[in-house]
């Protein structure tokens, strides 16, 4: 039994078919058969029931992928903990985050200490990041949505406040702030729905006790910004650099609009000396 038998079988596992399994791990689809082939040889017993072209996991095949994805996720641990012993230069770190702005420019400014840390960075989801954490395929969670989770461990690393952003020729621009239910009947910009900032966002407005009617949703803060400046709708800012780019911020009296961001990791799982090091670095940075 060979450790490249073991990762092709739990991608094909995963996907429940082998061609696109093949695409997914760049080898030919014959190549890729025989070697799931020759693994269930080995084991002498199938771990696919095979219908035609498709195949589903079967029984044995599923205890098999959690004994590999166990045996697999112990000897990732091993090899970060043999580069951790060789210093921080061969380090990586593993990154799931809902939103990539308030990251990129501490990334930047950590990487020019550390050059040759390997950063490795999914946006994920707080869903997808709480399983990511808990399956240990991630070091850590960024996000400003609250994750309740056993055995994750978090930490604040941001706060900031969350404006009301308009037109520089909206009726409210000469103001320096606002209450959020004064702009109730205004057409709105906000990101799409199930996006972590709109999840904050929703809940200003339902404490606002108003259901804004949204003329556009969006998936990135340039979107909005530019929107807003077109004098399309207001909209939720998180970021005072938004009256560089033109608008009109203006702070919410109420109700209190603010977020937080917290780190994530796990309890249970290595955590590396690169990930501590960053960990360290960015509550550090955003202080």
Same mark, same amino acid.
């Given at each position: ?42 084991? +002498? ?5 095979? @219908? ?6 079967? &029984?044995?095949?599923?205890?098999? $992928? ?11 641990? +091993? ?6 012993? +060789? ?10 985050? !809902? ?12 990487? !020019?200490?550390?050059?040759? =840390? ?38 604040? =690393? ?7 952003? =308009? ?26 729905? /199930? ?28 979107? @909005?910004? &530019? ?5 399309? /709708? ?7 650099? +938004? ?6 911020? $203006? ?14 990791? &796990? ?14 670095? @960015? ?5």
């Amino acid at each position: 039994m060979e450790m490249l038998q073991l990762r092709y079988f739990q991608k094909v596992a995963r996907m429940e078919h082998m061609t696109k399994a093949a695409q997914e791990l760049q080898i030919a689809q014959p190549a890729l058969s025989k070697t799931i082939a020759r693994l269930e040889e080995d084991l +002498g017993v199938p771990l696919f029931d095979r @219908i035609g072209k498709q195949i589903r996991l079967n &029984s044995l095949g599923r205890t098999f $992928l959690e004994k590999v994805d166990a045996a697999l996720e112990l000897l990732e641990e +091993g090899r970060r903990e043999v580069s951790d012993l +060789g210093g921080l230069e061969y380090g990586s770190i593993r990154l799931a985050m !809902t939103t990539l702005d308030r990251l990129s420019d501490p990334l930047g400014a950590f990487l !020019t200490l550390y050059p040759d =840390v390997n950063i490795q960075i999914t946006q994920a989801s707080t869903e997808e990041m709480a399983r990511m954490l808990e399956a240990g395929s991630i070091d850590i969670g960024f996000t400003a949505i609250p994750i309740e989770q056993a055995g994750l461990t978090s930490a604040t =690393v941001l706060k900031e406040d969350v404006y009301l952003a =308009v037109p520089r020729d909206h009726r409210f621009a000469n103001r320096s702030s606002i209450r959020l239910s004064e702009v109730g009947d205004d057409p709105f910009i906000g990101y799409k729905e /199930g996006y972590a900032m709109q999840k904050v966002n929703n809940n200003f407005f339902r404490q606002a006790g108003i259901s804004p009617k949204f003329v556009c949703q969006v998936d990135e803060p340039a979107a @909005i910004v &530019s929107l807003v400046r077109a004098g399309l /709708g207001v909209a939720m800012f998180g970021c005072k650099s +938004g009256e560089e780019a033109g608008l009109k911020l $203006l702070r919410v009296e109420s109700p209190a609009c603010q977020r937080s961001y917290r780190v994530y990791w &796990s309890e249970n799982r290595y955590f590396s000396l690169a990930a501590r090091k960053f960990l360290a670095f @960015i509550e550090d940075y955003f202080k």
